[in-house]
């Protein structure tokens, strides 16, 4: 099975601040990696597919980049509605296998 | 607009069974590679299953492989997941989603306990 290890476990950070969460693979995923960001109460909604492509309605101030085993999603410009939870997946290989979760709250 | 509604949840004892489904609306079902993942209370998301667009294939995590089973009924834009020897750890809210996360159901919750 591939290991994503996600990193930080939680982050605060100011409004207006840039954060990046990463994402290590244990093995190549040729970029076959999703970022999802889930409030509390909600299902997963996806951000980023194939490492950096930003779905359609996403906020331009998320991005991904990321090639191999180690990946990044950034967000700038924080905003009070980006407190969230922020999952990383991969879907090179089965099983699928997700990061452990990035809890992002404002200081 | 895209929906998905997942239905079938509840309470249920270590070793019995339960049946979810996910009806499917505002696109074409049977295009898609759909999913179940779920989340055991305050944990991470956990991959359950998904099922090719043609049902051709299914592919399951270890810990369920045997127990549960995965179906669609394309006339119906239907997924399905039957879990048959519930155990504790199966506890969770699980959602219905394309394969590609594009879309997810509101979730349902599963309680295994005696």
């Known amino acids: 099975d591939i290991r994503m290890t996600q990193s930080p476990a939680s982050l605060s950070a100011s409004l207006g601040e840039t954060v990046n969460i990463e994402c290590l693979a244990s093995?190549?995923?040729?970029?076959?990696l999703t970022w999802y960001q889930q409030k509390p109460g909600k299902s997963p909604h996806l951000l980023i597919y194939?490492?950096?492509i930003l779905q359609n309605g996403v906020p331009s101030r998320f991005s991904g980049s990321g090639s191999g085993t180690q990946y990044s999603l950034k967000i700038n410009s924080l905003q009070s509605e980006d407190v969230a939870t922020y999952f990383c997946?991969?879907?090179?290989?089965?099983?699928?296998?997700f990061g452990s979760g990035t809890n992002l709250e404002i200081k | 607009e895209v929906q998905l509604v997942e239905s079938g949840g509840g309470l249920v004892q270590p070793g019995r069974s339960l049946k979810l489904s996910c009806a499917a609306s505002?696109?074409?079902?049977?295009?898609?590679?759909m999913a179940w993942v779920r989340q055991a209370p305050k944990k991470g998301l956990e991959w359950v299953a998904t099922?090719?667009?043609?049902?051709?294939?299914?592919y399951y995590r270890d810990s369920v492989e045997g127990r549960f089973t995965i179906s669609r009924d394309d006339a119906k834009s239907t997924l399905y997941l039957q879990m048959d020897s519930l155990r504790f750890e199966d506890t969770a809210t699980y959602y219905c989603?394309?394969?590609?996360?594009?879309?997810w159901g509101q979730g349902v919750m599963v309680t295994v306990s005696s």
């Open positions: 989603a394309t394969r590609a996360g594009t879309h």
């Open positions: 505002g696109f074409t079902f049977s295009d898609y590679n």
């Open positions: 099922i090719l667009y043609d049902g051709s294939r299914a």
């Open positions: 093995e190549d995923i040729y970029s076959d």
């Open positions: 194939n490492a950096n």
């Open positions: 997946q991969q879907y090179n290989n089965y099983p699928i296998t």
